[in-house]
């Protein structure tokens, strides 16, 4: 018995022995791959050529950047196009994997119409500018220290892919795959918006629900300007090319963005027109409304239901101009690009918290006579982007007494203080009530995750009465001026 089986356990073991070396030659070969996947990046040269990218190299290009900048970068998609291409988001900063307690994160978003291509292009030379220059250039190293910057390169990269290089102007390209304008698919302050939403408009909606955004710039082409809310107006029974300005409760503060634009820019400033059929555009800037009425802008919808100060970005008289172009509009656009991100900086921001210290999440705040509001963090910060002059925050929240404290904006620094809360319960010592004022600045250095929720239910103001025969003469309309202009 133990003759007859002792070669076969023999040739058994045998057997094992070379699948588990077969099986580690497989696996040392699949780390290897790996390893070699992943690390590669560091030996072949870092660079990017003004060329266009489609999506797959617009995806490698994120992809090795965060690799090999892993101090600085951050890639996570926010969901999916129609065609289940992914909408990258790009986070540089010096803390990008995590929030920084008390410092502004700020975005941009390019592509929305895909054959506005130029803006898509600017945004990836602008990641590799930040990477290359961290360390280097003062300037953009205090920036990446102070702000976390978010990128999404395309939002509708779909309508990118059929888009053709060279053409200045028509629709092809302009929608995403369902054939949808995404800058007409957002809730709307003024009108009903009955247009069916779409999942890249979905996946912006949900992302700005969920984080702090203090200020962003939506990236178009078509024309070179600078265009601020609102974007629309209320109802009426016909909106023509010419209309009149539609001004929001920060006009002042639009205006200001629009100018730092504006005036870093290579030309914008000069106000020049397209050609002899466009209108030029006065400091390079314009209301949006003042120059057609839309709706369903993005950069509304950023403003009324986030608290987000968005401003459009006109940034090509061609929409899909030769790729020879291109770096003429980096030159271009470079120094306004990194200027208007650091606006965040300017005004008021703090923490709401109660009597013991704890931050209050979801505080309301208003600036008094400016009747859009924002909501605090988890963290209980706030954060608004203000012009120099004297103010009165109104701070409400759910369980607390409302509380209401002037404060003074200066030019050189954003102004810091704390706002404490009681329990409607209780009532403050007498010295504690009434309006106090601030002039100091105080930082807070602590750094965790925030998660940051819409402020309110977004129902649309106007009423289902609204829309009608009226309406859809008035939407034919701005359709046939917006196939032609951002």
Known sequence: MHRMYGPIFFVSILGAFREIAAASQHINKDL???????????????????????????????RTTSLRFQNLTALYSIGKSVKGRDLWVMVVSSSPYEHMIGKPDVKYVANIHGNEAVGRELMLHLIYFFVTNYGSDPYITWLLDNTRIHILPSMNP????????????????RYNARGFDLNRNFPDYFKQNNKKSQPETEAVKEWVSKIQFVLSGSLHGGALVASYPFDNTPNSLFQSYTSAPSISPDDDVFQHLSLVYSRNHGSMYQGLPCSPSQPGFKNGITNGAQWYPLTGGMQDFNYVWNGCMEITLELSCCKYPPASDLQFYWEENRVALIKFLAEAHRGVRGFVIDENGNPIERASIKVKSRDVSFLTTKYGEFWRILLPGIYKLEV?????????????????????????????????????????????????????????????????????????IFSSLSNGFNSFVNNWFG
């Open 158 to 173: 779909d309508g990118f892919e059929v888009s053709k290089e060279g053409y200045c102007e028509g629709g092809q390209g």
């Open 396 to 468: 409400y929240a759910n369980g607390y007494l409302p509380r209401e404290v002037e404060f003074r904006v200066v030019e050189q620094h954003p102004t810091s203080f704390n706002v404490t809360l009681y329990r409607a319960s209780r009532h403050p010592i007498e010295d504690e009530t009434g309006s106090n004022f601030y002039n100091g600045n105080r930082d807070h250095t602590n750094r965790d995750h925030v998660i940051h929720f819409r402020p309110h239910s977004g129902t649309n103001t106007a009423s289902e009465a609204n829309s009608g």
């Open 32 to 62: 290897t791959n790996h390893y070699n996947a992943r690390f590669h990046v560091y030996e072949e040269p870092y660079n990017i050529d003004f060329t266009y990218h489609n999506y797959e190299q617009m995806s490698r290009f994120l």
